[in-house]
């Protein structure tokens, strides 16, 4: 790719967390929910309904837009975006044209910045269902409207990603900021993030941009990664043979590992976007804005500066992803928990399970652990169980008999035993054979099962000396 730079795009749909959907009263329906069981008139697209704005959604809109340093106009709209399709009964979706929510933001990804064109709200469409009956040469579609009028928010960069990699760490960076905000779950299984990356590829140096072309609908990080790198390659063995890239929108079989042609890129021009006569134009209050903009959470790039200070960025990459590890590991430090060794049990135990200890439960856990009186693999049942029961880790090591034994007198005694119960282990450790210690401190673990592993070990080679 030496001669050739890659300029992508993307656009980020995004379901904002809310009871309700965008323009009606119905449910949001749960992903088993039978056919057709959320909907209403007013999502039906029956005649002579009236859309009524869902704040619950602008809301989200607006703290998203904030966390991207977006600035939100006085004035908004929403626009009918018309077009034909069974998926979307009422022949158009409102969505936003000229005047969005905000626009002009930016996001930090990886110490460059990614400036964010604008942050709109829209109305996601149906579903269909094809069933084919290839033998009567019969065909029938099925329509699902549970989702058609669920909120979305549409979230565009400009072309400033230039690689695979950058485009899905955006992603990953951008369901990290919804999450801290609170604006969605982002759980891209459930379809709540769904990627769409415009690619376009360059001569180095040119200024112009290559034609893209726009993959649709990519639903998890690796797919996106995996799509990108395919249509890239594409698009350069393309041009070097001398042919046009086509401008169209593609789609990604996860099966073949290939993008294939859908459509032809549709124009704005072709959807007669006109404002939606059935609401009102929004003038959103000031007041409102700037109590959103205060109750904004520390975002991920402010917690991951903090947490830089006291933690290897190893472990920082690891905790600041997730804001409940984020949480859990600041508080357990407030609590007097030590800092890499929390920030250490955080990766290696607790993101792993997914099983989150109170943070009162971890600072005391840790402080057993540092002073010594439990062993590391004693402090992960006792972790487990604290979790599983919400008892304080003291407790549990006191019910167990989990204190650790360091006392040396105590230890030289059985440390004795092991070598007279293990002549040949012993022999061999005398003769050079420094594997066979595993041999002896195995044994030693079986008899006092919470032996301090260091002293244990200690004694056994001034023994064996
Ligand atoms: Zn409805």
Redesign the pocket.
């Known amino acids: 790719m030496s001669d050739w730079e890659v300029v992508i795009g993307m656009e980020v749909h995004v379901q904002p967390t809310t009871k309700s959907?965008m323009f009606?009263?119905?449910g949001i329906a749960p992903l088993n929910a039978p056919p057709n069981t959320y909907?209403?008139e007013?999502?039906l697209g029956m005649p002579g309904v009236l859309p009524v704005i869902n704040k619950a959604a602008v809301e989200a809109c607006l703290k998203t837009a904030l966390a991207l340093n977006c600035e939100i106009p006085r004035h908004t709209k929403f626009d009918r975006k018309n077009y034909m399709y069974p998926d979307l009964p009422k022949g158009y979706q409102i969505s936003q044209y000229d005047l969005p929510m905000s626009i002009n933001g930016f996001l930090e990804v990886g110490g460059h910045k990614v400036r964010i064109r604008r942050v709109h709200l829209e109305e996601d469409t149906g579903k269909l269902i094809h069933a084919g009956d290839k033998l009567h040469k019969a065909w029938e579609s099925y329509v699902d409207l549970n989702r058609a009028?669920v909120p979305l928010m549409e979230i565009v960069s400009e072309p400033d990603l230039r690689s695979a990699d950058e485009a899905r760490d955006y992603a990953m960076e951008l369901r990290t900021l919804l999450r801290t905000v609170g604006a969605s779950e982002a759980d891209m299984e459930k379809g709540q993030l769904r990627a769409e990356p415009n690619i376009s590829i360059r001569r180095r140096g040119a200024i112009e941009f290559g034609v893209k072309t726009e993959l649709k609908n990519i639903n998890s990080f690796r797919a996106l990664h995996r799509a990108i790198l395919y249509e890239v390659n594409r698009q350069q063995q393309v041009l070097e043979s001398g042919d046009a890239v086509v401008q169209e929108t593609r789609g990604w079989s996860e099966q073949e590992e290939r993008t294939f042609p859908q459509r032809s890129k549709e124009f704005a021009e072709d959807y007669r976007y006109f404002p939606e006569p059935d609401l009102p134009p929004l003038e959103l209050d000031r007041a409102w804005i700037e109590e959103l903009r205060r109750g904004l959470p520390d975002l991920p790039s402010v917690r991951r500066a903090r947490l830089l200070n006291d933690l290897p960025a190893g472990q920082v990459a690891v905790i600041a992803a997730d804001r409940e590890l984020a949480d859990l590991y600041e508080s357990a430090v407030a609590k007097g928990a030590p800092t890499v060794a929390t920030a250490n049990w955080i990766v290696n135990e607790v993101a792993p399970t997914g099983k989150l200890p109170s943070p009162e439960n971890l600072a005391e856990l840790m402080k057993l652990l540092q002073g010594g009186a439990i062993t590391r693999d004693s402090g992960r049942e006792v972790y487990l169980e604290s979790v599983e029961t919400g008892r304080t880790p003291a407790e549990i090591v006191a019910e167990h008999g989990y204190r650790q034994v360091s006392d040396e007198s105590e230890l030289r005694v059985i440390a004795e035993a092991v070598i007279d119960a293990n002549p040949k282990a012993a022999a061999d450790y005398r003769a050079g054979k420094k594997q066979a210690m595993q041999a002896l401190m195995a044994d030693l673990r079986k008899r006092v099962p919470h032996a301090n592993p260091k002293v244990a070990n200690e004694l056994l080679l001034k023994l064996l000396a």
């Open positions: 959907k009606c009263g119905c909907t209403c007013v999502c009028g």
